[in-house]
Nanobody
Framework: QVQLVESGGGLVQAGGSLRLSCVASGRIFSNYCMGWFRQAPGKEREFVAV????????SDGDSVKGRFTISRDNAKNTVYLQMSSLKPEDTAVYYCAASTVWLAAKPFQYAYWGQGTQVTVSS
């Protein structure tokens, strides 16, 4: 089992920045790819970014490219999502998740999920 706890969400004005954190406990963190997803009200959960065990990353190019950066610190069992130039359409609950599939981008590929953290961007 892997337990994931997100933090760092909140209310921010458009154009602002936030850094989300996700701390993992349980099984060996460095064995897992870590992803960030988000879900807005009435919408499906969508992929944001993923980072491999060794730090190779990928993100959803259309919606977050150039604005969001995923990183990880294996010594701290933590994955981060640095978000900048935030837009109202980034408003959602953000989830981190752990997968054994390399650079997984689909929710069904993730076995473990955090409880989510709310990000609200005001215009």
């Amino acid at each position: 089992q892997v337990q994931l706890v997100e933090s760092g969400g909140g209310l921010v004005q458009a154009g602002g920045s936030l850094r989300l954190s996700c701390v993992a406990s349980g099984r060996i963190f460095s064995n897992y790819c870590m992803g960030w997803f988000r879900q807005a009200p009435g919408k499906e959960r969508e992929f944001v970014a993923v980072i491999s065990e060794s730090g190779i990353s990928a993100s959803d190019g259309d919606s977050v490219k150039g604005r969001f950066t995923i990183s990880r610190d294996n010594a701290k069992n933590t994955v981060y999502l640095q978000m900048s130039s935030l837009k109202p359409e980034d408003t959602a609950v953000y989830y981190c998740a752990a997968s054994t599939v390399w650079l997984a981008a689909k929710p069904f590929q993730y076995a473990y999920w955090g409880q989510g953290t709310q990000v609200t961007v005001s215009s």
